[in-house]
């Protein structure tokens, strides 16, 4: 009977050779601990042959025997392939007996054997991978002993337990080669430490990227391979993380070999046990030099942009009054274009790209902030503003600033001339909300002078208004000249201020 | 009431047009220097009311201390001109607060107004509003 024609079995003889090579056991040399177990078997139950036995596929293979003398023997005249059909054990007392192997060469000829007693060797998976038996060419009528049961299903187990082992410590050296295949492939500086901190692993890029000994940054070696001004700060570092176990990260400076020393991003997390404890930590570090280096310079352009835009604000405004100072006549006309010119230096000081630094004294940047800034100087003299703002807040963009200031820049001087900023207690209010799709701005003035109706003649302060609304921001400019005062309503999609970005989340 | 005045600016056009300004105002003006070293001169071989101090000079972003160091030592009031008021946004001691450049004659009549008249340690109740304050 061959194992792969059973039907009672609950496994397959695939997965069952899987498991047995799993083991990577099979034709490898006599070992002195499966020998002595034989030995041991052998003596025990006063028989001339014991053996340790795996079944593989058309032959079963001996990792150790004693009595046969050879290390392999066909399958078709195996005792061990029924013993594994078995549940644990098979006992054989009179093979003569016994239909199974009444016919067996090896009863019927030479070696003549007539008892047989077997222990299934099963995987950790619960798969029979072979047995560990014993053999006699006597007949046992009374079979073994309860004791030389026992023992033999001990020692099976002992077998297992040094197969398991050998499985287990390969499978770990695999994946610590794995490991430093990946750890000395990558460009990061790879490194490990026990859990106090003290370093015994670098990947091969540590090396050569500082250039020293192998082993010789090992224990606490490491803190010297960086810059003296840093090294204080990465022990404190380090040290408070291996008491709190929180994650390592700094920005120091590491001696390559060339002795310069280099921005570098080190990180560390510790590894836990199950019940918690820390058994490792894993670091690695990065050269972040070229990266610093570029962020730092362009902050720097970025601060420098922002202050010549800035400028040039002002050395045209400089500009228009110095000119206007040799024509007197053109005093009035330079005054109107030098407001202009500042409301948009502004609203621009509102989207240019800021540092920490340049960023306005107002805290947010939004329109509210910006419209309070430009309405300042119409205020009372106590600081009470003139014109209100009210409403929901937006922000804005450099593409929209433009309009924005001219816009309301128009409007508070226009109500200083002739509007409602003109008379004492004049008042506006500017009331901004955002309605489903569409931004409404309503500037309501009262308080001013009575209104007569629509001027016939329109200024060119009028024009800009109506074209920064209606030709740059895509809306509607609406002008009521009711009684008690002037009411501009700009209606705007609601993406105009911001158009980039609206652009940006539509893509 | 006229004044003393240094401008510390190193932007010529911008200096130039301040200064008439000022004097249109009645005010004496001193001297406009672009750096740090000049004013310092100016200020030791003359007696000086008012700085207007810009922030970025000639010879970098030295305005801040220099302010603080006229302001707080040799007795002169400061106020602070620039386009990047960002830069002095946490005050500076001694100093009586900043204008935002560009801005226009009347912001500046104002806020030198309001300078003088602290100095002279008369009342103001109501400081332009276009001047933002330390302290």
Redesign the interface.
């Known amino acids: 009977m061959n194992p792969t024609t059973n039907n009672t079995a609950d496994w397959s003889e695939a997965d069952r050779l899987a498991a047995l090579r799993a083991y990577d056991i099979l034709d490898t040399p006599r070992e002195g601990a499966f020998d002595d177990i034989v030995n041991l078997v052998a003596r025990h139950f006063d028989a001339p042959i014991a053996v340790i036995n795996l079944i593989d596929e058309g032959r079963q293979w001996f990792k150790a025997e004693t009595g046969l003398g050879v290390r392999e023997t066909p399958l078709d005249t195996s005792f061990c392939a029924h013993a594994i059909l078995a549940e644990d054990r098979m006992v054989v007392p009179d093979a003569t007996k016994d239909d199974r192997f009444a016919c067996n060469p090896l009863v019927t000829a030479e070696p003549h054997l007539r008892f047989y007693a077997g222990q299934v060797l099963k995987s950790a998976e619960g798969l029979p991978i072979g047995t560990l038996c014993v053999l006699d060419t006597k007949v046992r009528p009374d079979g073994p002993t309860p004791l030389q049961m026992e023992t033999l299903e001990v020692l099976a187990a002992q077998v297992m337990t040094q197969l398991d082992l050998r499985r287990a410590l390969a499978g770990q050296q695999q994946s610590q080669a794995q490991f430093r295949a990946i750890a000395d492939s990558m460009p990061q500086m790879v490194w490990s430490t026990l859990p106090d901190g003290f370093h015994d692993y670098y990947n091969a890029r540590w090396y050569e990227f500082t250039g020293v000994p192998d082993g010789s940054t090992d224990g606490e070696g490491w803190n010297g391979m960086f810059h003296p001004e840093d090294q204080d700060r990465a022990w404190a570092t380090w040290r408070r993380c291996l008491e709190t176990g929180d994650p390592y990260e700094i920005e120091y400076r590491l001696r390559r070999h060339d002795g310069v020393y280099r921005w570098t991003l080190g990180r560390a997390r510790p590894i836990r046990n199950e019940t918690g404890e820390i058994t490792r930590w894993f670091g690695t570090c990065t050269d972040i030099d070229d990266l610093k280096r570029s962020d730092q310079a362009k902050e720097l352009l970025s601060q420098e942009l ?2 010549r835009i ?2 040039i ?7 228009i ?2 000119s206007a ?1 040799q024509h007197p006549e053109a005093k009035e006309f330079a ?1 109107a274009v ?2 202009r ?2 409301a948009l ?2 609203a621009h ?1 509102f989207v240019r790209p ?1 540092t920490e ?5 107002v805290g947010t940047m939004t329109l509210h902030a910006f419209l309070t800034d430009l309405f ?2 119409y ?1 009372e ?3 009470t503003p003139r014109v209100v703002v009210t409403g929901d807040d937006a922000t804005f963009d450099d593409q929209a600033a433009t309009s924005v200031a001219l816009l309301f820049h128009e409007l508070a001087t226009n109500a200083a001339k002739y509007g409602a900023l003109s008379a004492e207690g004049g008042k506006v209010t500017l009331d901004t909300r955002r309605l489903d799709d569409r931004f409404v701005l309503t500037w309501t003035e009262t308080g001013g002078p009575a209104v007569e109706g629509a001027p016939v003649q329109t200024g060119f302060g009028t024009s800009l208004a109506t074209l920064s609304v209606e030709g740059q921001l895509g809306g509607r400019l609406e002008r009521k000249w009711l009684r008690e005062g002037l009411q501009v309503v700009a209606d705007l999609p609601a993406t105009a201020l911001s158009r980039r970005r609206a652009a940006q989340n539509a893509a | 009431m006229t004044a003393r005045i240094l401008i510390i600016e190193d932007e010529a056009l911008v200096a130039m047009e301040l200064r008439f300004v000022l004097e249109d105002l009645g005010h004496d003006v001193v001297a406009t220097v672009a750096d740090a070293r000049s004013a310092r001169e100016v200020v030791q071989e003359t007696d000086v009311d008012l700085a207007l101090v810009d922030i970025h000079l000639s010879d970098g972003p030295t305005g801040v201390a220099l302010g603080r160091e006229l302001g707080q030592d040799l007795g002169v009031s400061v106020l602070f001109m620039t386009a990047n008021p960002g830069m002095v946004r946490g005050g500076v001691a001694g100093t009586i607060g900043v204008l935002s450049k560009p801005t226009d004659e009347a912001a500046v009549q104002k806020a030198v107004d309001y300078a003088l008249r602290r100095r002279q340690g008369q009342p103001v109740l109501y400081a332009p509003p276009e001047l933002q304050l330390f302290g």
Not at chain 1, 313 to 319: I, K, P
Not at chain 1, 357 to 361: C, F, H, V
């Open positions: 922002s202050h800035k400028n604000f002002a050395v045209v405004s400089a500009l009054a110095l100072r005054g030098r407001t010119i500042n230096a502004r000081e800021h630094n340049s960023r306005p004294t300042k100087a205020s003299l106590t600081g």
